[in-house]
């Protein structure tokens, strides 16, 4: 009986515990690089957004100088309210264009001035024609 026990090979755990842990740190390795690829990613992401906000910052800078120039409130004021400098003078001229029909001259009024849109609002809701 002896003989039975002592030719019985004994199960060697030392290679399946260095399988477990060599197969425990390939995964902790692998969870490392993913995370550290992951996060690469969405520096390069964030840093193309603040290139973008920046150039967009930047014009919007530009854009806000120009709104403080007299230049502009003087183009403004021509364009939206019709509005000329002092010591200035207006001058209305009429086009001659003739129709291709019949080969009629016909009078058309260039840069006829139209009603500003909240007073064709007011008009509308008064219930009015043009």
């Known amino acids: 009986m002896e003989d039975l026990r002592s030719t019985k090979t004994k199960f060697n755990y030392v290679p399946f515990l260095v399988f477990i842990l060599f197969a425990y740190i390939s995964f902790l390795l692998y969870q ?8 690469s ?4 992401s964030l840093k193309g957004d603040i290139i ?7 014009r919007l800078q530009a854009l806000i100088a120009y709104y403080k120039t007299d230049t502009f ?10 509005l000329k ?3 200035e003078k207006v001058i209305k001229v009429d086009v001659e264009i003739k129709d291709e029909q ?22 509308y809701l008064e219930g009015k024609d043009l």
């Open 85 to 87: 400098m002092s010591g």
């Open 102 to 123: 019949n080969d009629q001259g016909v009078k058309q009024v260039v840069n006829e001035p139209q009603t500003p849109n909240w007073q064709m609002w007011i008009y």
């Open 73 to 82: 409130a003087e183009l403004e004021a021509r364009k939206k309210l019709g």
């Open 41 to 44: 990613q969405k520096m390069k």
């Open 32 to 39: 490392a690089v993913y995370f550290n690829y992951k996060t």
């Open 52 to 58: 973008n906000l920046e150039s967009q910052k930047t």
